[in-house]
């Protein structure tokens, strides 16, 4: 197993246009989870996933952004009519139901929005 | 509202030395985890140690231990024989342990420099 896995590493983009990064989980994890994080801060949730059911929603994530994970595997974000302040780097997590505490995270995708 | 905070936005220790990173965090309720991840420059972030808040005992991995003071909701990262590779930021993180609750609510971070 490599990992989680977080396609693209980086991406460039002019404003209002659309992105979409992908996250592979590490196969048996069935939860996974898309945090925001901004230079200088800490991680911010945005939402989680429990197979393929998204279960919970950050009001950070507004209706620009849409996150799916179809068949409980891979998960893709997307952010709709992008805007300067949506530059950040994207972490995707994943973790299993019973395990008690940490998520394995990874690399992370970063945006800049031109 | 749950929330975590660091205080010191950067320290530097001597290879070698001991460094104590703080942490304080704001809560209603009993029973929760709390966490230390370490996010080197590559940004991946990595689990360095974990507390359950109803274990008194502070948790330790190796170099690195925990003084959690659940009545003073503190939760501080000692690291010993600092060596040059945990150069890093340092995030503290929360999480209660109750039904739904799985969302991790992070600090600002330290940005931990180790000098030779």
């Known amino acids: 197993d490599t990992g989680v896995s977080q396609n693209p590493r980086h991406k460039i983009t002019k404003r209002g246009q659309n992105v979409t990064f992908r996250c592979d989980p590490i196969?048996?994890?069935?939860?996974l989870y898309w945090y925001r994080q901004t230079l200088g801060q800490g991680p911010e949730f945005l939402t989680y996933?429990?197979?393929?059911?998204?279960?919970?929603k950050s009001r950070l994530l507004s209706d620009r952004f849409s996150a799916e994970r179809p068949k409980g595997s891979f998960s893709t974000l997307e952010i709709q009519r992008t805007e300067q302040g949506d530059s950040a780097m994207y972490l995707c997590?994943?973790?299993?139901?019973?395990?008690?505490?940490?998520?394995?995270f990874g690399s992370g995708t970063r945006l800049t929005v031109v | 509202a749950q929330t975590v905070t660091q205080s010191q936005p950067e320290m530097s220790v001597q290879e070698a030395e001991t460094v104590t990173l703080s942490c304080t965090y704001d809560?209603?309720?009993?029973?929760?985890?709390l966490f230390w991840y370490k996010q080197p420059p590559s940004r991946q972030m990595i689990l360095v140690i974990r507390?359950?808040?109803?274990?008194?005992q502070n948790a330790t991995e190796n170099r690195f231990s925990v003084n959690f003071q659940k009545a003073a909701k503190s939760f501080s990262l000692k690291i010993s024989d600092s060596q040059l590779g945990d150069a890093a930021m340092y995030f503290c993180?929360?999480?209660?342990?109750?039904?739904?609750?799985?969302?991790?609510?992070f600090g600002q971070g330290t940005r931990l420099t180790i000098n030779p």
């Open positions: 196969s048996e994890h069935n939860r």
């Open positions: 507390q359950e808040a109803y274990k008194q």
């Open positions: 993180a929360y999480r209660p342990i109750i039904q739904g609750a799985q969302k991790l609510v």
């Open positions: 997590a994943s973790s299993l139901v019973v395990h008690e505490g940490g998520y394995t």
């Open positions: 809560t209603s309720e009993s029973d929760y985890y």
């Open positions: 996933f429990q197979n393929e059911a998204q279960l919970e």
